[in-house]
């Protein structure tokens, strides 16, 4: 399951963060942690450069993109490559919508059509859509058209 996908700027606040199966309670503790471990290990990374972390039988694989860090969290079958699989979706999705690579004030412009890509990719803690194109003519906000 993906327990957890998150996006933070360069200074450690959330900007989106999606949980599943994940109790209330320990939120906090991973918001908190996965704020400090991209703050200890993210600077001079190159974007889309993966770094890969675990934590208490968990994976966290994570990036940098722009002004943006983005870490996915998940356990048994999401183990680091099927999240780097996950982390590669989202980038490409975040650099479709906006048209290049984030600043922080480009991300939150386009903030709804990149949680609309966000619910493509990842569904109730499954991978739901990988495929560039499809995700594109999923997020369009237009009916689709009858063949």
């Known amino acids: 399951m993906i327990l957890a996908v998150l996006f933070a700027n360069s200074e450690g606040n959330i900007l989106v963060e999606r949980f ?6 320990e939120r ?7 704020v400090k471990l991209g703050a200890d290990n ?8 993966l770094l890969v972390a675990s934590h208490k ?20 079958e999401y183990d680091e490559l099927a999240l780097a699989e996950v982390i ?13 690579i984030p ?8 903030y709804g059509k990149i949680c609309l890509c966000l ?7 499954l991978l739901e859509n990988t495929e560039r194109d499809r995700i594109r003519r ?10």
């Open 88 to 100: 590669f979706a989202i980038t490409s999705a975040v650099k479709d919508v906006c048209g290049k």
């Open 42 to 49: 993210l600077k001079g990374v190159k974007n889309e450069e």
């Open 138 to 147: 999923l997020v369009r906000l237009k009916p689709p058209t009858e063949i």
């Open 119 to 125: 619910d493509e990719i990842v569904w109730k803690g």
């Open 20 to 25: 599943n199966g994940v109790p209330a309670e």
């Open 57 to 76: 039988s968990v994976y966290i694989v994570y990036t940098v993109l722009g002004d943006v860090s983005i870490f996915v969290v998940g356990k048994d």
């Open 28 to 34: 906090l503790h991973w918001r908190s942690f996965l």
């Open 103 to 110: 600043s922080e004030r480009l991300f939150l412009d386009k």
